[in-house]
């Protein structure tokens, strides 16, 4: 495969509800996509960097810069042989990881599409449908949060994960606990506790929750470690996972025992897939985070929560949970049951809708080999 261009454009999206987490709001998403360009075929990838460096240190307009002039330089007019030669071509441009992991997604994808297999049979799926849960944001009003959880309750959801933060916890726990004694819960902090918070966080075990995702700093192993030891519920790792190697030290230091897989955090499907195998190795669970993905990268979740070892419910959920009107057809819809089938179709199984793309693009760039086309 010889990618002759590379198409970037930024996409202007509302979002349905807005998402409240313990290091902002997002009311609406500035999102980076790429699109691939091999012998008449086309093939896309999503940048799941934010509007801000709020979760990790990318955001939308480093991931263009680093797109622009160190990574489609790298790729363009290269004989690939698939998706998984590209860490080594961008292996000089430290981290941006969210950038790199747009492109090499469109390469797998436009591999699946030359080979006429689906994206998860590319990347070694063998689930023909993946179980399905829910992140909910921090709301206005305790009793808001309480509909919401009704509501995903109602349509099958295999799993609530609640947003937390000081001051949005406990109490909260408590509540949803007292109404839904037995439902599979699990709260997600984003890194907003400190050591202090070490012996609150160590009577959260009567909550019974699934799990405790990143609970402390974004960058620390070793803290997560001590708090590991003192609770019985399992620590999830997100934002710390970067690669292979920090998912093999964080299971030998015992720093968690879940681990959340978000494929561009991590750089890309080739580094995902090795993050899934060491967990596996280790007999620890992984799940499929989401990053407020438009179908193109939520198409991408679903192949690869294909994946034997993704035996968590993932935060991949319904488009109209997040869009009024999704950039792909048909729209993701989950079953009753809590459950998206995965596509076996050709790609990424999901048709691209152009003309929406153009409505909602801010700004468009044509890269080829030794020229650059700003539209
Ligand atoms: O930590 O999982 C996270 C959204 C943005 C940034 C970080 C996170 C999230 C979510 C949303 O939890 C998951 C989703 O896409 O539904
Ligand atoms: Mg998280």
């Not at 202007?12 to 409240?20: D, K, Q, T």
């Not at 991590?266 to 499929?288: L, N, Q, R, Y």
Request: charged content about 25%; hydrophobic content about 40%.
């Amino acid at each position: 495969m010889k990618i002759e261009a590379i198409h970037m454009r930024e996409v202007n999206m509302p979002l349905a509800h807005p998402f409240e987490t313990s290091f902002g709001i997002t009311t609406g998403r500035r999102i980076l996509l790429v699109e691939v360009v091999s012998e008449g075929l086309s093939a896309w990838g999503e940048c799941v960097a934010g509007e801000h460096p709020y979760f990790s240190d990318e955001m939308v307009d480093t991931a263009w810069h680093i797109t622009e002039t160190e990574l489609a330089p790298r790729l363009l007019d290269v004989e690939l042989e698939s998706g998984r030669d590209c860490p080594a071509l961008f292996e000089q441009v430290r981290g941006h990881r969210m950038a790199k992991a747009a492109i090499e997604n469109a390469v797998w994808e436009l591999d699946a599409m030359r080979q006429g297999v689906s994206l998860s049979k590319l990347l070694g799926g063998t689930r023909e449908v993946i179980p399905c849960g829910v992140s909910i944001g921090i709301q206005p009003t305790p009793a808001k949060l309480m509909e919401k959880i009704d509501t995903e309750v109602s349509a099958g959801y295999q799993r609530i994960k609640l947003k937390c933060k000081p001051g949005w916890d406990e109490a909260i726990f408590t509540e949803v606990r007292e109404r839904w004694p037995d439902i599979t819960l699990s709260c997600d902090a984003n890194s907003a506790y400190k050591l202090d918070d070490a012996d609150r966080i160590a009577t959260w075990d009567r909550f019974d929750l699934l799990m405790i995702e990143q609970p402390m700093w974004y960058d620390d192993f070793y803290f997560h470690a001590e708090l590991q030891k003192r609770i019985k519920t399992p620590i999830c790792l997100d934002e710390c996972i970067r690669n292979r190697r920090d998912a093999q030290a964080a299971l030998e230091l015992g720093s968690g025992r879940i681990i959340n897989i978000k494929v561009g955090r991590v750089g890309g499907f080739t580094e995902a897939i090795a993050v899934h195998d060491v967990a596996a190795k280790a007999g620890v669970p992984v799940w499929c985070g989401g990053m407020l993905e438009t179908g193109i990268g939520r198409a991408h979740n679903i192949a690869l929560s294909s994946l034997p070892n993704f035996s968590l419910p993932g935060d991949v959920s319904a488009s109209k949970r997040y869009w009024s009107e999704d950039i792909i057809e048909p729209e993701v819809t989950v079953s009753s049951r809590g459950e998206i089938v995965v596509p076996t179709s050709p790609g990424r199984g999901f048709e691209v809708l152009p003309d929406r793309i153009d409505e909602l693009s801010v700004r468009k760039q044509t890269l080829r080999k030794g020229a650059t086309i700003v539209v």
